[in-house]
């Protein structure tokens, strides 16, 4: 997420880190060290290297709560700490680049962060057209990769964002409209179960556990290498990256601009959007910011509208895909490489667009920050094609019909200092925000990408009611004890099992 340095200095100007715990249990490096190969790491929770020698999160809000972690070179260290783990009933989460924010996070207490920061290689197989990405990986490892060699893959757009923690849930982005999610390219995993024992899913092993995987894989293991098929370059590799900043006043034109695109947007055209509040004018900004898979002659047409509403700034220029996060809104620094910020997440999907109704949501976020001087953040609108991604067949993978139905993706960023009365504050309006825009949404039920979720929504929200019994019986199977239920968890039972009420005679 790219956001202007003055909002994010706005915000962080409160942020100040919370002491750190000292570790509850002082015995975990003997206790897990014996099992560990010669070039793992135990860091302690209280060590005062912790932030510099383990994967921070992005987010510092609701976090887990570790004793400390385990620093994995090999993947039987991977799979030893699993089964260290599960025998002295420690909790555990594997992080890859630490941009999980879910809420249902903070469910671990006293537990054992496995960091998979060893776990970073993209390989090129160009004869199979395939790529093969270590569990830690980053986006940018696997673009620098595949670029030179005439290839793309599709992805986010952040470069310090990791390669599977957005594939197991699905994976957005500005080609999906051509390629479809990153979960859609995924060819097979290596993947350790909650035995601790290594495993590879694909369509010919395994094929019920990859079906799963491919939209709710944080429930059923630690994936520590995954291969994806990859693509010949869009456009000789060359992406037309456009940006336009326009005031508050232009916001009802520009959102009938996204209405007209509902029906016709085309695969290569994407647009993104962050709404910000600038505090030196007391009011809200839009910076809008285009990319076309195409040259610039095909994409300049569809732009005409948006030259039409006079911006306050525009830049376009013709950029190598692996190079694209460079330019991308004015060539701002993303927020997303920033780390253990206080902040809220959220967010919502739309079939349609209504304007009345985003007009409306404006004024709401504008007055919301006018009345809160301590937050910052933003309001992010991302319309990609999703010709692509609805080509899939339903059966094909656990990742939701209706989601893969989503034209336009929201999130909602909110930065502030840690204090609990501001914490009500923004969830309050948060889930104002998110009700008010599923009003007009175009889905019966609410619908949001399971990355963007808060955690509070339920699974019903983060997957499809259809798929729901079907991954329920594959967590009974692989997790029955619920190991890997901290992130957007699958229940053991859909639909839930109640508990009946007991009768006179039971009491």
Same mark, same amino acid.
């Given at each position: 997420m790219w956001l202007s340095?003055?909002?994010?200095?706005?915000?962080?100007?409160?942020?100040? $880190?919370? @002491?750190?715990?000292?570790?509850?249990?002082?015995?975990?490096?003997? #206790?897990? *060290?014996?099992? &560990?190969?010669?070039?793992?790491?135990?860091?302690?929770?209280?060590d005062v290297n912790w932030t510099q020698k383990v994967q921070q999160r992005w987010s510092a809000y609701l976090a887990p709560d570790y004793m400390g972690a385990v620093k994995a070179a090999t993947v039987e260290d991977v799979q030893n700490t699993v089964k260290t783990a599960t025998a002295h009933s420690i909790s555990f989460v594997a992080i890859g680049a630490g941009h999980g924010s879910a809420s249902t996070l903070s469910g671990i207490n006293s537990g054992i962060q496995i960091d998979l920061g060893n776990f970073r290689y993209a390989k090129l197989n160009k004869r199979k057209d395939l790529v093969t990405v270590g569990g830690g990986t980053k986006f940018e490892q696997v673009w620098d990769t595949l670029y030179p060699a005439g290839k793309e893959f599709p992805t986010g757009a952040a470069?310090?964002?990791?390669? $599977?923690? @957005?594939?197991?849930?699905?994976?957005?982005?500005?080609?999906?409209? #051509?390629? *479809?999610?990153? &979960?859609?390219?995924?060819?097979?995993?290596?993947?350790?179960?909650?035995?601790?024992?290594?495993?590879?899913?694909?369509?010919?092993?395994?094929?019920?556990?990859?079906?799963?995987?491919?939209?709710?894989?944080?429930n059923f293991g630690i994936v520590t290498e995954a291969t994806y098929k990859v693509y010949d370059a869009t456009n000789g590799g060359q992406v037309m990256n456009g940006d336009f900043k326009f005031p508050a006043s232009a916001n009802r034109s520009f959102f009938e601009i996204m209405e007209?695109?509902?029906?016709?947007?085309?695969?290569?055209?994407?647009?993104?959007?962050?709404?910000?509040?600038?505090?030196?004018?007391?009011?809200?900004?839009?910076?809008?910011?285009?990319?076309?898979?195409?040259?610039?002659?095909?994409?300049?047409?569809?732009?005409?509208?948006?030259?039409?509403?006079?911006?306050?700034?525009?830049?376009?220029?013709?950029?190598?895909?692996?190079?694209?996060?460079?330019?991308?809104?004015f060539g701002k620094d993303s927020m997303m490489c920033l780390?253990?910020?206080?902040?809220?997440?959220?967010?919502?999907?739309?079939?349609?667009?209504?304007?009345?109704?985003?007009?409306?949501?404006?004024?709401?976020?504008?007055?919301?920050?006018?009345?809160?001087?301590?937050v910052g953040g933003a309001f992010v609108v991302s319309r990609f094609s999703n010709d692509a991604v609805v080509a899939v067949e339903n059966d094909e993978t656990a990742y939701g019909r209706r989601h893969r139905e989503i034209k336009t993706h929201l999130i909602f960023i909110d930065v502030y200092p840690d204090d609990p009365a501001l914490d009500t504050i923004v969830d309050n309006?948060?889930?104002?925000?998110?009700?008010?825009?599923?009003?007009?949404?175009?889905?019966?039920?609410?619908?949001?990408?399971?990355?963007?979720?808060?955690?509070?929504?339920?699974?019903?929200?983060?997957?499809?009611?259809?798929?729901?019994?079907?991954?329920a019986a594959l967590k009974r199977k692989w997790d029955p004890e619920e190991r890997f239920s901290f992130y957007q968890p699958v229940p053991l039972y859909w639909p839930p099992v109640t508990q009946p009420m007991p009768s006179n005679e039971d009491l």
């Open positions: 340095r003055d909002v994010l200095q706005h915000a962080l100007r409160f942020f100040v $880190l919370l @002491p750190v715990k000292s570790a509850r249990t002082p015995d975990i490096k003997e #206790l897990f *060290g014996p099992k &560990l190969s010669p070039g793992a790491e135990i860091i302690l929770r209280s470069p310090c964002v990791g390669t $599977l923690g @957005p594939t197991l849930g699905g994976g957005i982005g500005t080609l999906q409209g #051509l390629r *479809g999610l990153t &979960l859609d390219s995924l060819v097979s995993v290596q993947i350790v179960t909650a035995k601790g024992e290594l495993i590879t899913a694909s369509k010919k092993k395994n094929a019920e556990l990859f079906w799963g995987i491919r939209g709710a894989g944080y007209r695109f509902d029906n016709t947007l085309p695969a290569e055209l994407s647009f993104s959007t962050i709404i910000s509040f600038d505090r030196a004018i007391n009011e809200l900004v839009l910076s809008v910011n285009v990319n076309y898979y195409g040259p610039m002659d095909d994409a300049l047409p569809y732009l005409a509208t948006l030259f039409a509403l006079n911006p306050l700034e525009s830049k376009f220029v013709m950029v190598p895909w692996n190079k694209l996060y460079t330019v991308l809104f780390r253990n910020l206080h902040l809220y997440t959220s967010g919502g999907g739309l079939k349609q667009t209504n304007v009345a109704n985003f007009e409306s949501y404006f004024e709401d976020l504008n007055q919301f920050f006018r009345e809160n001087t301590e309006f948060t889930k104002y925000s998110v009700d008010k825009l599923h009003q007009t949404s175009g889905f019966d039920d609410l619908t949001t990408y399971v990355n963007y979720a808060n955690g509070d929504e339920g699974p019903e929200v983060w997957y499809d009611v259809d798929k729901l019994e079907r991954l």
